[in-house]
């Protein structure tokens, strides 16, 4: 007599799904403490406890599965982004200021999340093409809010405030996450706010 299986009864796509995020949980509990000498394709089955054979119906390799850890890893900290500037009403400064603390504070939260999106981004090259392509959709996001919030500003100008901002932010991040800049989360994002408002006396 068979021994029905875990997933007796679940239709075929939804058993893809679910074992598609079992694998990138496991890929991110794996790579975010170990790094990539921590991923392979069998430390990751073991670690969800599936057969090999489920690791290919959903990914050609961990490079392609590596992505998806990092995409999934990167719409969370966008929607933590969104839901702290949402909060902050409609004041540039203190939307500015909510945005940092949401970076930085996403990114420690949790040390595995700062190992995918930043700290392992920098070498690994799965991570960095990813990187960048981050980078720019958050260079287009600090256009759109700039041009929305001053509507009549210089585009030149613009552009230049909001390419000195995004690169800027991933350096912050790596500095905060490296732990250099110390532990007082709205200490650091003070100074971060001096530097992007200086004060004219």
Do not use: K
Not at 1 to 11: D, E, K, L, Y
Not at 50 to 68: H, P
Not at 146 to 168: E, I, K
Request: aromatic share 6%.
């Amino acid at each position: 007599m068979s021994t029905p299986t875990r997933w007796a009864g679940v239709p075929l796509d939804d058993r893809r799904t679910e074992r598609r995020g079992l694998l990138v949980d496991a890929a991110f509990a794996l790579f975010g403490s170990g790094g990539e000498a921590a991923l392979s394709v069998r430390s990751v089955c073991r670690e969800c406890g599936l057969n090999t054979r489920y690791f290919y119906e959903s990914f050609s390799g961990t490079d392609d599965l590596l992505g998806a850890v990092y995409d999934q890893v990167s719409s969370e900290l966008v929607e933590a982004v969104d839901a702290a500037m949402a909060a902050a009403g409609e004041s540039f400064g203190v939307r500015t200021r909510a945005g940092i603390a949401a970076v930085l504070g996403f990114s420690s939260a949790d040390p595995r999340r700062g190992r995918v999106l930043f700290t392992e981004a920098r070498a690994n090259p799965v991570l960095a093409a990813r990187r960048a392509i981050t980078q720019d959709l958050l260079l287009a996001a600090t256009l759109a809010e700039g041009g929305r919030l001053h509507p009549d500003a210089d585009p030149v100008s613009t552009r230049v405030n909001a390419a000195m901002y995004t690169g800027a932010m991933a350096e912050l991040a790596q500095q905060w996450l490296s732990g250099s800049l110390g532990e007082d989360l709205d200490g650091v994002v003070d100074a971060a706010l001096a530097v992007l408002f200086p004060r004219r006396d």
